[in-house]
């Protein structure tokens, strides 16, 4: 099993910053890829931005040039930077962990438990 603690989360002001950190701990030598997705009331979790192991980055389109996402391997911590953040960023961001499973290549996923942002106007 592979656990995640998230934090960093808060209230900031429209065009703040934020930082939110992510260590996975337990069998974290089978993780694959790491990211960050959140969820506004009413709407489905999106993905906001991932990396894999090594390095390789995504990144949802409403977040491009204002969101990094890190990772540092040796720590088994994923980070995301926020800038210029607007309202619409308001959400419960939760972290994910992806295993692989087995030599063909399953993965499953591992969530945190979500970290509150909100942005005020």
């Known amino acids: 099993q592979v656990q995640l603690v998230e934090s960093g989360g808060g209230l900031v002001q429209a065009g703040g910053s934020l930082r939110l950190s992510c260590a996975a701990s337990g069998r974290t030598f089978n993780i694959n890829s790491m990211g960050w997705y959140r969820q506004a009331p009413g709407k489905p979790r999106e993905l906001v931005a991932a990396i894999s192991s090594g390095g390789s980055t995504n990144y949802a389109d409403s977040v491009k040039g204002r969101f990094t996402i890190s990772r540092d391997n040796a720590k088994n911590t994923v980070y995301l930077r926020m800038n210029s953040l607007k309202p619409e960023d308001t959400a419960v961001y939760y972290c994910?962990?992806?295993?692989?499973?087995?030599?063909?290549?399953?993965?499953?996923?591992?969530w945190g438990q979500g970290t509150q942002v909100t942005v005020s106007s």
């Open positions: 994910n962990a992806q295993a692989l499973v087995n030599v063909e290549g399953a993965t499953r996923d591992h």
